[in-house]
């Protein structure tokens, strides 16, 4: 848990619902769990359950928030150039594989992939701009737009359809095409 309650009774207790959800999602989509399922494998009252949340859809919603807070702290720390932060970003959701399986399959308002492009955009939308000083801003955008959006179909795919390579793997397979994509330079 990236964000923790300061009361440690709140804490222990969703920490006990991340946990319980998780394993949850493990098995079956989000949609296919009850919160009774949650409830009794956290050993947590579904009185308690629904103090904080309204149904398991909100507790993913709350589980994708705090996931976020960890990616936004985690991409401060990585280069700004897309070649050396693709192998660190397929680690962070490598380690991360069961939650972000799920926000792949509950595409809804407040949805942690949205988040993580806007996120990302805002952070390096002028570093981009500096490193292609030929191209017109809105072109930039697009093709920070398009790279991301490769990336984040790149990290869908290896985790539905190829779990079985590993995070520096999948990461290579994303450097060689994003290499292969991008324009020679003349110099």
């Keep these: ?15 006990c619902l991340f946990d319980s959800f998780l394993r949850a999602l493990e098995q079956k989509p989000v949609s296919d769990i009850t919160v009774s399922e949650i409830c009794e494998e956290a050993g947590i009252s579904r009185k308690t359950f629904y ?17 976020f ?14 070649f050396d932060m693709v192998p660190a970003l397929m680690e ?12 792949f399959e509950n595409r809804g308002q407040g949805n ?11 952070a390096y939308h002028s570093d981009w701009e500096r490193a292609n000083p030929n191209l017109p801003k809105q072109d ?5 737009h398009f790279v991301a959006s490769g990336l984040v ?6 985790l539905f359809e190829a779990p079985e390579l590993s995070a520096e793997e999948a990461a290579k397979k994303a ?3 994003l290499r292969m994509a991008s324009p020679k330079s003349d110099a």
């Design 1 to 15: 848990m990236f964000i923790e309650p300061k009361d440690s009774r709140q804490r222990y207790t969703k920490q």
């Design 51 to 67: 103090k904080y949340y309204s149904d398991q859809f909100a507790l993913l919603l709350a589980m994708q928030d705090d996931l």
């Design 69 to 82: 807070a960890g990616f936004e702290r985690y991409v401060e720390k990585l280069p700004h150039n897309v």
């Design 92 to 103: 962070f959701a490598s380690e991360h594989r069961v939650l972000v399986r799920a926000a």
């Design 112 to 122: 942690f992939i949205d988040r993580v492009i806007a996120y990302l955009y805002d």
């Design 140 to 144: 930039v955008t697009f093709l920070f």
């Design 153 to 158: 179909g790149i990290i869908r795919l290896w």
């Design 175 to 177: 450097d060689f095409l």
